[in-house]
């Protein structure tokens, strides 16, 4: 899962005016990241002093353990008994991350103005990069289909689909302006053209574009329940749902229509449940994957971006600089806000692997491993420095 994308352009000056945007915007997002944290340390200081009974449980940025720190005052601040949370390099840009089943794949979008071309294999126990596979223009989005990565070039209206053992060139194909959030049903892999309003179909088996439907315009995420691809559209604040019939000549029914928040972006299926993050009122529509019907909204940090499930909770990265560059961790059964972690800069994509989140941080080129608690008690996961 991802942010939302900015707009893609197709003459160079275009391209040189979002370029300068988005270095102007990785900076301001440093800046409010600093305030943010002053903040947060003030907030905590003041605490200390004042003897104040609140009780936060942290988990370090550094790979060393800490077993317990006591302020002044009343405040507690203990490391939960796991490993703490770790940061480890990416390449420029970081946006997107994905899972193949051994390794964890990131995307790395942008340096400073530049588009980059890359992806960053890393190894999970350790965060050693493995390889670092070439693919087109300004990567966003990649899904694994069981032997390949997909991966969506932004700025190339191409996919890359490597094999995942190796990072070998399987094939490339052509799809529409702006593809973004590759999605696989299990036999089709779902790729959104985000400056076209569609979404190329194509077969995994060697990327032939099977079909290509007209969705909502501005899609800023995908998901699949098992039966359909819902998919979001910024445009009108809705949730599309789509079905294909996969029989002689396929065709896509459109489901149902469904209105939620204020820009709608990534989503997550909990079995039972569709949850869309909506970017601008910081909350998550909950929506019953059977007929659409709205079970909670559930209120999470600032400008909310991508979701993922773990399996208990719901793990949602809080891309705005009011939230402190924070990960909300949702108790599924109820909606309840059941942690939240501190990540890096400008946390945007966001995976799971079994046993961590892991989070791209657009803005410091690194990602975030946090081990995932069996038991979340509404308790804030704090970053320490370590001396």
């Not at 003897?51 to 490391?79: D, E, F, K, N, R």
């Not at 009011?322 to 994509?349: F, Q, Y």
Request: glycine share 10%; hydrophobic share 40%.
């Amino acid at each position: 899962m991802e942010i939302n994308p900015p707009e893609t352009f197709d003459s160079p000056m275009s391209m040189l005016f979002l370029n300068i945007r988005l270095g102007h915007a990785r900076l301001l997002a440093v800046i409010l990241t600093a305030i943010s944290t002053l903040l947060t340390v003030w907030t905590l200081l003041w605490a200390m002093v004042s003897g104040s009974s609140a009780s936060i449980t942290a988990i370090a940025h550094s790979s060393q353990p800490i077993s317990h720190v006591t302020g002044s005052g009343a405040l507690s601040m203990a490391c939960p008994a796991i490993s703490p949370i770790q940061t480890f390099p990416a390449g420029p840009g970081p946006i997107a991350v994905a899972f193949d089943g051994i390794n964890i794949w990131v995307s790395n979008y942008f340096s400073g103005s530049t588009p980059y071309t890359t992806t960053t294999v890393l190894r999970p126990s350790d965060g050693f990069q493995v390889m670092t596979p070439t693919v087109g223009l300004s990567p966003r989005g990649m899904a694994y289909d069981g032997s390949n990565m997909w991966v969506a070039n932004s700025n190339s209206f191409t996919v890359n689909v490597l094999r995942a053992s190796d990072g070998f060139h399987v094939m490339t194909p052509t799809v529409e302006i702006g593809p973004d959030f590759p999605t696989y049903d299990g036999q089709y892999m779902w790729v959104a053209n985000t400056n076209y309003g569609t979404v190329s179909v194509l077969r995994a088996s060697d990327g032939y574009p099977v079909i290509t439907p007209t969705i909502g315009e501005n899609p800023r995420g995908m998901a699949f329940d098992g039966e359909n691809i819902w998919i979001t559209s910024g445009a009108d604040n809705t949730v599309g749902v789509l079905h294909l019939d996969d029989a002689v000549t396929p065709t896509i029914s459109y489901v149902m229509s469904l209105t939620v928040g204020s820009l709608p972006g990534g989503m997550a299926f909990d079995g039972t449940n569709m949850w869309v993050v909506n970017s601008a009122d910081d909350t998550v529509s909950v929506l019953r994957a059977s007929d659409g019907a709205h079970v909670m909204t559930p209120t999470v940090g600032s400008f909310p971006a991508s979701i993922v499930y773990d399996g208990t909770h719901m793990w949602v990265t809080n891309s705005g600089a009011g939230s402190g560059n924070t990960v909300s961790a949702l108790r599924v059964a109820d909606g309840t806000l059941a942690g939240i972690c501190i990540a890096g800069n400008w946390p945007s994509g966001i995976a799971f692997d079994g046993s961590n989140i892991w989070v791209a941080n657009y803005s410091d080129d690194t990602v975030s491993k946090i081990p995932v608690m069996t038991t979340l008690t509404n308790k804030v996961y704090l970053p320490l420095i370590v001396r």
